[in-house]
Structure formats: C-alpha cells, structure tokens
C-alpha cells in the first residue's frame, strides 16, 4: 500500500539554522510527492511538489528532491527564519487515483 | 490556485447533535475532497465528492455518519452527526489543482470540539 512516514517533532532550531525534516514513503506505483505547510490557525498551503525521480521542487529557499533509490523527499533550508515556524507535511499522491496519503506532520519552532 | 473558504472556522457542539460544514470554491471544480485531522495527527481523507453523484466513502467512514452533498460544482457540505467527543478534530476540504492531478488546495478548515 501506499504511505508516508516522517521524522516526529518538535523540532527547534535557532534562526539561520539548517534545517532537514526527513520523509520516506511507501507506493505501489509512480508516485507524486509534496511538501505541504500549516501556519498556526491555518489551513495547509502546498509548499512545493516534485513529479518524478531526480525531480527538485523549491519554494521560499525550501527544496526537496524525490529519490526513487532511497524512496525519500526530504525537505531543506539552508537558513531558517521565525516566520517558518508551523507544521510541515510530506504527501505523495498517485496520478491515476488522485488520492493524497499525508505523513504525521512535523513542527518546527524557530526561535530568534 | 482556488480559493477555497469554510463555514464555520470553529464550533463547540454537543454530544448528540450535529454540525454541517460548509465550503465553497472560487472556481468550478470536478472534485472536492473531505479531510479529517484529528488533534496532533495527520490528514485522513473522509471522502471524495463528485457533482450530481454520490460520494466514495474512505475505509472507516460511512455515508450516515458523514453525509456530504454537493449539489453545484463550487460548493459542498459535509455533516457530522450524532456527535462524540472523539468526533472532535479539524475538518478540510479540498479542490484539484488546474492542471490535473499534480496537487490539491486545502481550505482553511473548520475546528470542531464536541463535549
């Protein structure tokens, strides 16, 4: 089946920080994969999205690649700011049932 | 990108009673999609509503505890009845993207707490 597992939070790290949230995921067939964000009180905003292996998706200085070998999309930023503060969501999605499999979420606190 | 508003953003219910929630699109969409977030987990896809028919229920959730109508294609209700406290969690609904299948937009969801 299909499934997503990602690292458990909190995760707190000072501004200007590196930042690696870890995501792998399970699929039975050709999946696609996505980072989604929840602002405190918000609803979820895709942050960035990758259709096929080797693919990189970047938004707001975040990247994530999708590696087939590894089965994973881990999402990066160089330099964290205050503002990045939320909770962070790896999704996969397959095309032909349109259906999104969502991992547990993990919250990063920034702290200036 | 669709915007997509629910009503209400919050409720405090009772146990028993039920609770419609309301979300509108603004622009015409094939599917809609129902999503429930249980306080501090993940996503859990409810249901998909299709225009002029009946929705396709996810594993674990049923037509008569979740009622959904959809009767135009920017618009969509899901009921929840016979409320439990365990019933407390966020509700969302979604919308396909413009260009296919590739990604979904969420609507800023609909917090429920049932005492």
């Known amino acids: 089946g299909n499934s997503v597992t990602q690292m458990e939070g909190p995760v707190t790290l000072s501004e200007e920080a590196f930042l690696t949230i870890n995501c792998t995921y399970t699929a039975t067939g050709y999946p696609s994969l996505f980072w989604y964000v929840q602002y405190p009180g918000e609803g979820l905003q895709l942050l960035l999205k990758a259709t096929k292996a080797d693919d990189k998706g970047s938004n707001k200085g975040f990247e994530a690649t999708y590696r087939k070998e590894t089965t994973s999309f881990h999402l990066e930023k160089g330099s964290v700011q205050v503002s990045d503060s939320a909770v962070y969501f790896c999704a996969l999605s397959e095309i032909n049932f349109n259906k999104f499999y969502f991992g547990s979420g993990t919250k990063l606190n920034v702290k200036p | 990108s669709a915007v997509i508003s629910q009503k209400p953003s919050r409720d405090i219910c009772q146990r028993g009673t039920s609770l419609t929630i309301q979300c509108q699109v603004d622009?015409?969409?094939?599917?809609m999609f129902w999503y429930r977030q249980q306080p501090g987990q993940s996503l859990t896809l409810i249901a998909t509503?299709?225009?002029?028919?009946?929705?396709?229920?996810e594993s674990g959730f049923v037509i008569d505890k979740f009622p959904i109508s959809r009767p135009n294609l920017t618009f969509s209700t899901l009921t929840v009845s016979n409320m439990s406290p365990e019933d407390s969690s966020i509700y969302l609904c979604s919308v396909e993207g413009d260009r296919g299948r590739y990604e979904q937009f969420f609507g800023p969801g609909t917090r429920l707490t049932v005492l």
């Open positions: 509503a299709n225009q002029g028919s009946e929705a396709t229920y």
């Open positions: 622009s015409q969409v094939t599917m």
